[in-house]
Nanobody
Framework: VQLQASGGGLVQYGGSLRLSCAASGRTFSSLVMGWFRQAPGKEREFVAAISWSGGSTYYATSVKGRFRISRDNAKNTLYLQMNSLKPEDTAVYYC??????????????????WGQGTKVTVSS
């Protein structure tokens, strides 16, 4: 599956952004999808994941209650609504498709397709 992330930008502390990830190719609706982020000098970290149906969602502790992952299978699109943004949320955000034969949803190596990333900067 090919993934194209968009929606990043510069936002002030406490602001909101919605990221989108357009998918094409392999059947999007059958895949677990995730969002990861990577700040300068840090490793890529899990942000959120969502089951193929959207019925189950998973969040990193640092974003729980502030971020919401969702998907529209009719539009082949994944979303990440980010509210109450903090400077520590500054990073490049990546959408990814989980390997159907993979394991944990929380680990980057279990995802086999990645978007190009979209940069989010939160000013204090």
């Amino acid at each position: 599956v090919q993934l194209q992330a968009s929606g990043g930008g510069l936002v002030q502390y406490g602001g909101s952004l919605r990221l989108s990830c357009a998918a094409s190719g392999r059947t999007f609706s059958s895949l677990v999808m995730g969002w990861f982020r990577q700040a300068p000098g840090k490793e890529r970290e899990f942000v959120a994941a969502i089951s193929w149906s959207g019925g189950s969602t998973y969040y990193a502790t640092s974003v729980k209650g502030r971020f919401r992952i969702s998907r529209d299978n009719a539009k082949n699109t994944l979303y990440l609504q980010m509210n109450s943004l903090k400077p520590e949320d500054t990073a490049v955000y990546y959408c990814a498709a989980h390997d159907p034969n993979g394991g944990s949803y929380y680990v980057p190596r279990e995802y086999d397709s990645w978007g190009q990333g979209t940069k989010v900067t939160v000013s204090s």
